[in-house]
C-alpha cells in the first residue's frame, strides 16, 4: 500500500498526471538504479516514506519523457474526455 500512496504523491507533482497516455512507473529505494537516474533515464524523489525512483513514459510520444517534474506544455495532453491540450 505505501507503493500505491507514493505513486499518488508523484502523480500530484506532474504536468501529465492526469493524462491517459501517461504512464508511471515507481520503484524503491536501490543503488543500480543510481546510475539510470544518473544518465536521466530516472527521476529519483524523497518523500516522507523514503526515496523512490520513477519513470514517466508517454505513450503518445512513445518514449520516456524527459525531466517530467519541469514538463510545463504537451501538445499531446489528452485528460479523459477531452481531444488535447488545455
Known amino acids: 500500500m505505501a507503493e500505491s500512496m ?7 507533482k506532474l504536468y501529465c ?3 491517459k497516455n501517461c504512464k508511471l512507473q515507481v520503484w524503491d529505494e536501490s543503488t543500480k538504479l543510481d546510475k539510470l537516474t544518473n544518465r536521466g533515464y530516472m527521476t529519483e524523489l524523497r518523500t516522507d516514506g ?3 525512483f520513477f519513470l514517466v513514459r508517454c505513450m503518445w510520444l512513445k518514449d520516456n519523457v524527459i525531466e517530467p517534474l ?3 506544455k504537451c501538445e499531446g495532453r489528452q485528460t479523459k474526455g477531452d481531444g488535447g491540450d488545455e
Open 6 to 12: 507514493n505513486a499518488q504523491e508523484i502523480r500530484k
Open 17 to 19: 498526471s492526469d493524462c
Open 50 to 52: 523514503g526515496t523512490v
Open 70 to 72: 519541469k514538463l510545463r
